[in-house]
């Protein structure tokens, strides 16, 4: 059995829980980065008797389209598949039942999810620091019976909430901009999950392609992206109520 780790985290707050989950289950991780817009994930074939763990952001209560489409070209062939989608704590509405029916349409057999909180990737003061140390022992002791499940062949699928049809998608997000640190060093460009950032000028942006993820905020060395200021606020407040109370993580075995 092989433990794949098929993680799609701009900002890395889905890949920290994942990372919780993979190494309570196995120290043999086989890492696919499904923000890699040149991988050919076509060529990823699993057997019956491997498990992934499969991770998402939730982006407006729905899984992110370039990860949707990147994990369906993945040949599962049967392989046992733990959900995973992660959310700013805010609500991740129909990420899961959507990740559900892309992991079945791609072979994967799902055995259990977790619905888990870490820092919303745009107004980062909400769930701050999560996941903490309360988070990680909940995921692992939620690995073990993931594994107790496994060891025992029973590979039954879990009652995951969600709606059929899914809420729509939201409609453009805020887009991130140079500030004047900017020294072109081409860094957001080539992280961009969805190449929406010229490589010679990271002024411009394509707004269209451009999903809002804030990798390009989260990896530049000179701080020299951000958000309009306005829209922030205005995001900030909207979320304050739906975010301000803790919320822990909705596991389904």
Avoid: W
């Avoid at 407006?60 to 046992?80: D, F």
């Avoid at 805010?90 to 892309?102: G, H, S």
């Avoid at 829209?231 to 109370?245: D, G, H, I, P, V």
Wanted: proline share 6%; glycine share 8%; with cysteine.
């Amino acid at each position: 059995m092989k433990l794949y780790e098929i993680c799609f985290s701009p900002t890395g707050g889905t890949q920290k829980v994942a990372d919780i989950l993979t190494e309570a289950l196995s120290q043999d991780i086989c890492p696919v980065d499904l923000t890699d817009s040149k991988e050919d994930f076509s060529a990823f074939s699993l057997g019956e008797n491997d498990v992934a763990v499969l991770g998402v952001p939730s982006y407006g209560g729905r899984v992110p389209g370039p990860a949707a489409q990147r994990l369906s070209r993945i040949r599962a062939n049967g392989a046992k598949g733990i959900l995973v989608c992660v959310y700013g704590n805010r609500a991740y509405e129909d990420t899961l039942v959507e990740l559900q029916d892309i992991a079945k349409q791609a072979g994967f057999r799902v055995v259990c999810a977790v619905a888990a909180v870490a820092e919303h990737s745009i107004a980062r003061q909400f769930a701050s620091h999560r996941p903490d140390e309360q988070d990680g022992v909940q995921l692992r002791q939620f690995a073990q019976k993931i594994q107790t499940k496994l060891n025992e062949g029973d590979f039954s699928e879990p009652q995951i909430p969600g709606n059929r049809p899914y809420k729509k998608n939201s409609g453009a997000g805020m887009v991130p901009k140079p500030t004047r640190e900017c020294v072109k060093c081409g860094l957001c460009a080539e992280k961009c999950p969805v190449q929406a950032i010229d490589r010679e000028n990271p002024k411009k942006v394509d707004h269209k392609a451009c999903i809002s993820c804030m990798r390009c905020v989260s990896v530049c060395p000179y701080s020299a992206r951000n958000v309009n200021g306005v829209m922030l606020a205005a995001a900030n407040s909207m979320l304050k109520k739906a975010c301000s109370r803790r919320k822990e993580c909705e596991l389904y075995l």
